[in-house]
């Protein structure tokens, strides 16, 4: 059996000289193509090996967490609107925050029809007439047509 080596006993330099060693015998053509593995295989064995040790950390908090939560069902967990943060705020703060949000006059304008199904079919004309045009390809066009209907309303907590 073998213990596996360290891997800041590793240095990539030493094991790629070593196997430029091996590489020079072969022929010409296949030499750039083992190099290219050689450096690909040691290259992903240490950055696993390096990632290895972060995620056992990264994975005893995350269960911890979960476990939190799962014992807290009244919190909510959401990005927050500023910044690449989170927070976590009870279901009652979430729905108050929300509302407020919602009927802020100056940032919401009340509609009593859902618009989305509409763009959505003026979206699917503009794609069906671009298509008969020959602006876009079927395929093109298949991508940019909707054909799912929107939800009708929103249910909180």
């Known amino acids: 059996f073998a213990f596996r080596p360290c891997t800041e006993e590793i240095t990539v330099k030493h094991i790629l000289a070593e196997a430029e060693n091996a590489i020079e015998l072969k ?29 056992f950390v ?10 939190f939560l799962s014992a807290h069902p009244e919190l909510v967990v959401s990005n927050s609107n500023k910044g690449n943060v989170s927070v976590v705020l009870t279901k009652t703060q979430y729905k108050d925050k929300l509302m407020e949000l919602l009927s802020d006059k100056r940032t919401y304008e009340y ?18 007439e671009f ?27």
């Not at 298509?131 to 876009?136: A, E, V």
Request: proline letters at 5%; charged letters at 30%; glycine letters at 2%.
């Open 58 to 67: 990264a994975d005893a908090f995350f269960l911890e967490a979960r476990r």
């Open 27 to 55: 022929p010409e053509p296949k030499r750039n193509i083992n190099r290219a593995k050689v450096t690909n295989i040691v290259t992903n064995y240490i950055n696993k090996h390096d990632q290895d040790r972060g995620a």
């Open 131 to 157: 298509h008969k045009n020959k602006y876009i390809t079927q395929e093109e066009k298949n991508i940019v047509t909707h054909t799912q209907r929107s939800h009708q309303n929103f249910t909180f907590w």
């Open 111 to 128: 509609s009593p029809s859902n618009p989305t199904d509409k763009i959505m079919r003026g979206n699917n004309e503009k794609s069906k």
